[in-house]
């Protein structure tokens, strides 16, 4: 767990006082809200803490969140007045494959515990984390927040899906309850989509495509191979959103968000880019790889998965992305950085050099 | 709770031995089950009790299936070989859509405990029951059993309804584990239409169509009125099935079901 106070003195009879929770506080989006908030950069310095802000970032060590006395000795302890929700059992393709059945009854209970503790002790404002890929297979694009429950999920990891869903569903149940009972309080949630930086998941077998790439070239760079091949034709689009705009816009969305319907958290449909121009744009970063091949014997994923992030772009009109080649640059400069830091809480996993 | 053995003495060697478990035993379906395994009515027989199984129907007074420590005191007395899962949270549509959290987290929580129990007890085959209005609120009819999460339920208890296809989901987790770990075993569920029969819910307030029609004319009736009205045009279609139907493909879905996926338990159009 690590408190963040900001410089200025705390004032603990503000009433403006906010005590915000962050349930996965050391995965990749915590640990990225928590370098947005104590940056010292001048750019997006309406992200950094506010004064009347106290940021808890929970990690597993405060406890497990499937075991509901450790949630309300959490609650109890902190008394957050705003909870983001980031807490999930997560995993690679193979690993939901094999165990949808755990997938779902750890995420099912987590969530129970995080939300109805939230319900109970008077928690103003709730935001879950919800995800693209939880969407139905069979759907028309662009997908928008309205369709989350149109159609069955992915065959692949229909567990994580499901419950991850089933979030909204229960976010509705709190909201109708909070408005009968004329209590104010609101349940929430964002969804992003393909996220990648720093603090990612390197992990050979687990990780998403980036930072897979990322780890593979960084290999294969270091063998001194001239090229680097990708499973399929590399022309499947899909939209990565960096990890520290995703952090900017959850503060933003922590403080200022007030509907109780998703929304969603990706870059413009314009910047949908090709496996192959993600693959290139990495390649960049190491000077022994000159080239990217495909290898089409290997089946393609979906060619499109576009989701439209107009209602971000209500929200928050003016806000910049970083560009996708800076932010793969950053990503791969911090890797390379942090491969032999073993004090690091960089999970790397297997590296099977 | 009530026990039934058959009129033979039950073989305690005999390795055919079914040891079945009913949640919501005193309900509509699980009396109408009862009724039906204890007749001595020559039709239908087959669904009858037979020599080698037990069948023990469980109410509220046995526990609250909402309490896991309770469910595993309930499964550790009686050891089921076969669960048939019918206990709920239900209500009719006012209760529904005033407490759309509590029908769905009591019956997530109810569904959890009985399934994970059985699943760690080696419950052989786990028969849950899931309903008709948990379908797509916006479908093509008519609907069938491969369209039950093609899209969002109807508004009014929507938390009951995906709380009751969250069962779908988890049998699916449980027929998988079991299939990955060469173990036997079955995560089914039926998926019965509109019932109504004797036991019914008859509550002026909570009862569905046919129960509540029967008891309003009954008080009209007894006033001396010479007619009834309904409201709406009455033109409306629906499938109905009379309880004691619905418990008889039950026994039988129970004994000689073995396919994972849902199977609707529907009536004829009158």
Not at chain 1, 133 to 150: G, L, S
Not at chain 2, 58 to 74: F, N
Not at chain 2, 219 to 239: E, F, V, W
Request: proline share 5%.
């Amino acid at each position: 767990m690590e408190c963040l106070f900001p410089n200025s003195i705390w004032n603990e009879d503000d009433s403006r006082n906010e005590c915000i929770l962050v349930t996965g506080g050391t995965g990749l989006i915590g640990t990225s809200i928590r370098e947005v908030l104590t940056s010292t950069s001048l750019t997006n310095s309406e992200f950094q803490i506010k004064p009347f802000e106290k940021w808890t970032f929970l990690s597993s060590k405060d406890g497990d969140l499937r075991d509901l006395t450790d949630v309300k000795r959490i609650f109890e302890k902190y008394k957050p007045t705003m909870v983001v929700h980031l807490a999930a059992k997560v995993g690679g393709l193979y690993t939901n494959m094999a165990n949808n059945l755990e997938f779902f009854r750890d995420n099912i209970m987590i969530n129970d515990n995080v939300l109805h503790t939230s319900y109970e002790c008077g928690v103003k404002k709730v935001i879950s984390c919800l995800s693209t890929c939880i969407f139905p297979d069979k759907t028309t694009y662009p997908i928008d927040e309205t369709m989350v429950h149109n159609g069955p999920p992915h065959e692949s990891n229909y567990g994580y899906s499901y419950a991850k869903r089933m979030i909204d569903v229960q976010n509705r149940g709190y909201n109708q309850k909070l408005k009968a009972q004329g209590r104010q309080g609101l349940f929430t949630s964002i969804v992003p989509c393909n996220i990648f930086g720093p603090w990612d998941n390197f992990d050979l077998k687990e990780s998403h495509v980036i930072p897979g790439l990322i780890h593979k070239m960084y290999l294969a760079n270091k063998r001194g191979d001239s090229g680097y091949t990708i499973y399929g034709t590399g022309a499947p689009l899909r939209q990565f959103i960096f990890s520290r705009d995703l952090a900017n816009l959850t503060i933003g969305i922590t403080r200022s968000y007030t509907d109780p319907e998703p929304i969603i958290l990706s870059v413009d449909e314009d910047d949908e880019v090709s496996i192959k121009a993600v693959a290139e744009m990495i390649a960049s970063n190491f000077p022994n790889i000159k080239e990217i091949k495909t290898d089409p014997s290997y089946a393609d994923g979906q060619y499109k998965k576009t989701a439209n992030n107009g209602k971000l772009r209500a929200l928050f009109p003016s806000f910049k992305f970083t560009s996708l080649n800076d932010a793969i640059c950053e990503s791969v400069v911090w890797f390379i950085k942090n491969y032999d830091n073993k004090t690091c809480i960089i999970r790397l996993g297997s590296t099977n050099d | 709770m009530e026990c039934l053995f058959p009129n033979s003495i039950w073989n305690e060697d005999d390795s055919r031995n079914e040891c079945i478990l009913v949640t919501g035993g005193t309900g509509l379906i699980g009396t109408s089950i009862r009724e039906v395994l204890t007749s001595t009515s020559l039709t239908n027989s087959e669904f009858q009790i037979k020599p080698f199984e037990k069948w023990t129907f469980l109410s509220s007074k046995d526990g609250d299936l909402r309490d896991l420590t309770d469910v595993k005191r309930i499964f550790e007395k009686y050891k089921p070989t076969m669960v048939v899962h019918l206990a709920a949270k239900v209500g009719g549509l006012y209760t529904n859509m005033a407490n759309n959290l509590e029908f769905f987290r009591d019956n997530i929580m109810i569904n959890d405990n009985v399934l994970h129990t059985s699943y760690e007890c080696g419950v052989k085959k786990v028969i849950s029951c899931l309903s008709t209005c948990i379908f797509p609120d916006k479908t093509t009819y008519p609907i069938d059993e491969t369209m039950v999460h093609n899209g969002p339920p109807h508004e009014s208890n929507y938390g009951y309804s995906y709380a009751k296809r969250m069962i779908d989901v988890q049998n699916r987790g449980y027929n998988q584990k079991l299939k990955a770990q060469g173990r036997q075993g079955l995560f089914t569920s039926i998926v019965p239409c509109n019932i109504f029969g004797p036991w019914d819910n008859f509550d002026l307030k909570e009862s569905h169509v046919i129960p509540g029609l029967i008891h309003k004319m009954y008080l009209a009736n007894k006033r001396g009125d010479s007619g009834y009205t309904i409201y709406g045009t009455g033109a409306p279609l629906r499938q109905f099935i009379f309880s004691r139907d619905l418990a008889n493909l039950t026994i039988g879905i129970t004994r000689s079901y073995t396919d994972p996926e849902p199977i609707i338990l529907s009536g004829m159009i009158p």
